[in-house]
């Protein structure tokens, strides 16, 4: 994606960067994911195979969603957590930025992706801050694209994550004075699975545990880290480096170096 750097928002805290300590630990090195704006299709999806699944509840409606205003069969989707780099949905377009009034954290349990209902996993939902910044990507999707997608997302985000929908306004990277309404999946303290705050460390011992039907949850973590890393030193997610920083002192004492890798 073209554009200049974006200098840091009006309103976003300054916080610390993402850093690799973890991965020095492990004997690797920095590496690339598939990228923020991965290719439709070409990624494994984010659940299991289909007769793992529940069956799937009708999608909410989709004329209650924001549209865009140039094109009334368009709708943008946000995605701030596994979505940015594995939206494994059709889109015609997908622009890199971020949503002012929210936080990201690590407060919502998984008991299918990246973990079991015994060793639930953290994933992360948006909490309201009105001096929060979340970075993350969004994805246009036109005409029938918008009702399979939504489809999709019902049972990924809704049915098997516990997310509830909700309109946000979306600043891209590369044009933040042209801002779009978006849709985004966000987990509640209403919903069953939603586990709340709890101290940075605690996360990183629960991440480095749990596992699920679409991998580790450290390698969440891991992509999640390596995005923001990829989206400059303006974003910034003091949360986010937190958790980083324990799992980097705690890797090591949870498996042997030439393991460490296995996880990912």
Known sequence: MGGAQLERPRGARPGVSVRRSFRAHAGDQPRRPPGPIPAPGTMKQESAAPNTQPASQSPTPSAQFPRNDGDPQALWIF??????????????????????????????????????????????????????????????????????????????????????????????QDAPDQPLKALAYVATPQNPGYLGPAPEEAIATQILACRGFSGHNLEYLLRLADFMQLCGPQAQDEHLAAIVDAVGTMLPCFCPTEQALALV
């Open 79 to 172: 995605g701030y957590g596994s979505l940015v780099w594995r939206p494994d949905f059709a889109y015609s377009d997908s622009r890199v930025g971020f949503v002012r009034g929210y936080s990201r954290r690590f407060w919502q349990g998984d008991t299918f992706h990246r973990g079991s209902d015994k060793m639930p996993g953290r994933v992360v939902t948006l909490l309201e801050d009105h001096e929060g910044c979340t970075w993350g990507v969004a994805y246009q999707v036109q005409g029938e694209q918008v009702s399979k997608a939504l489809k999709y997302l019902n049972v990924r985000e809704a049915v098997l994550g516990g997310y509830d929908t909700k309109e946000v306004t979306f600043y891209p």
